[in-house]
């Protein structure tokens, strides 16, 4: 069982930057790698960012590439997303998900096993 905890949305300007974290807990989580995925109202669950916390490896969706950055922090069991120069179409609950270091695909949600409650982000023009 894995506990995620997201924390860091809020309302930020066009240009502007957000940190978001998420805490994980529990006995298997270092048989997890940690995705971000955000959903907008009447959109899909999109995958936004990932990384390997076995080797630090790091992946992004092209829509984010260049403005946002993931990191882990492993002795704190967090995982942060640095979002740089927002845009309005960046508003949405960002949600951190945790799924086997076995899976290799990252943008798939359904292969992720477990979920935070979603912090929210809006970007205004």
């Known amino acids: 069982e894995v506990q995620l905890v997201e924390s860091g949305g809020g309302l930020a300007q066009a240009g502007g930057s957000l940190t978001l974290s998420c805490v994980a807990s529990?006995?298997?989580?270092?048989?997890?790698?940690i995705g971000w995925f955000r959903q907008a109202p009447g959109k899909e669950r999109e995958g936004v960012s990932g990384?390997?916390?076995?080797?630090?490896?790091?992946y992004y969706a092209d829509s984010v590439k260049g403005r946002f950055t993931i990191s882990s922090d492993n002795a704190k069991n967090t995982v942060y997303l640095r979002m740089n120069s927002l845009k309005p179409e960046d508003t949405a609950v960002y949600y951190c998900?945790?799924?086997?270091?076995?899976?290799?695909?990252?943008?798939?949600?359904?292969?992720?096993?477990?979920w935070g409650q979603g912090t929210q982000v809006t970007v205004s023009s």
């Open positions: 998900a945790a799924r086997p270091t076995w899976v290799v695909t990252w943008w798939i949600p359904d292969l992720y096993e477990y």
């Open positions: 529990g006995s298997t989580f270092d048989d997890y790698d």
């Open positions: 990384i390997s916390r076995s080797d630090g490896s790091t």
